[in-house]
């Protein structure tokens, strides 16, 4: 389970402080938080040392909403809005108005080998009948059965004080480690008709109502739904590794963006205006390259190509 609190308020606080955009709608507010909440529990539960990427990118008003999450838990999120987006808009109306919309799960390894590439795995906002799917933490359930073959419930509330998650899996252990510590695998719990114990406790999970999620303690939840089962309770993460707002954006970072527009595009913005202006989406700090920084951008020596001189 992961309750984000002050983090999240964070998240919509910078966004509300951006002149430039204003404050979330709140469906796509609700729709941010639930992809927070769902990626860092994504986070929590593998062992991969790089960021996990949660993205969905939208044919409808929303055109992209992004959660990244590091593996110390620090996490920043954003979402792009063109045009109106009324307090009842659905899922579908948000990002999948023409079943268009996609999911996209990226892993990117902090430590990188030449030519690798991150991982991505990419899922449609629909169901296996092509039905649109209204509830997001559908879409992820749909893509952990589909490229990690797991078995997985997912609840996901949001609102403008929390955002939380509750996350079962069924994970593929083998003799005394699985659910019911009888059988020597998932297939063969199946084949004996015992998945039952999986279907008993997802059933409970998706009985929990948003208003729970987002309202009770975690020891009330897990009482509440599971009190007929043996529980054993982790310690909660405290401290240095509680998931927090982290932004990495970095002025180093933008002029390298910059620098990839070329020298002909820098000197056109440059010409219309007194510097090149950026502003980070997730954090909202706005970065200055005046026409000495900008130029000191392409005569730095660099041994990457193309590392051509400025001219002017
Ligand atoms: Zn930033």
């Given at each position: 389970m992961v309750r984000l609190t002050d983090a999240w308020q964070e998240v919509l606080q910078r966004r509300a402080n951006n002149t430039q955009t204003g404050a979330y709608p709140q469906p796509v507010s609700d729709l941010l938080g639930q992809m927070s909440a769902a990626a860092v529990l994504m986070q929590a539960n593998i062992k991969f040392n790089g960021a996990l990427v949660l993205q969905v990118f939208g044919d409808g008003p929303v055109k992209l909403s992004v959660v990244e999450v590091q593996p110390d838990f620090g996490f920043r999120a954003t979402a792009t809005v063109q045009g109106e987006v009324s307090p009842q808009l659905s899922l579908s109306q948000m990002v999948n108005q023409n079943n268009e919309g996609r999911c996209a799960i990226t892993l990117d390894p902090l430590?990188?080998?030449?030519?690798q590439q991150p991982y991505q795995g990419v899922v449609p906002l629909f169901d296996d009948h092509k039905e649109k799917i209204e509830n997001f933490s559908e879409v992820l359930e749909h893509y952990m059965l589909q490229s990690e073959q797991l078995d997985t419930t997912l609840v996901l509330a949001a609102n403008s004080q929390v955002a939380a998650g509750l996350l079962i899996q069924r994970l593929p252990m083998e003799g005394e480690g699985n659910l019911a510590g009888r059988y020597d695998s998932v297939e063969r719990e199946s084949a004996l008709g015992r998945d039952e114990d999986y279907k008993r406790i997802s059933i409970l999970s998706k009985s929990l109502k948003p208003e729970e999620l987002l309202g009770l303690d975690v020891n009330t939840i897990l009482h509440r739904l599971f009190w007929e089962e043996p529980l054993l309770r982790f310690e909660p993460r405290l401290g240095e590794s509680v998931p927090r707002f982290h932004c990495s954006c970095s002025r180093e970072r933008v002029g390298r963006m910059i620098k990839g527009l070329g020298v002909e595009e820098a000197e056109s913005i440059l010409s219309e205006r007194e510097s090149i202006e950026v502003g980070c989406e997730f954090c909202g700090k706005q970065y200055h390259f005046d026409p000495v920084d900008a130029a000191s951008l392409f005569t730095q020596t660099d041994i990457s190509p193309p590392a051509g001189p400025a001219v002017h």
């Open positions: 430590e990188r080998l030449p030519g």
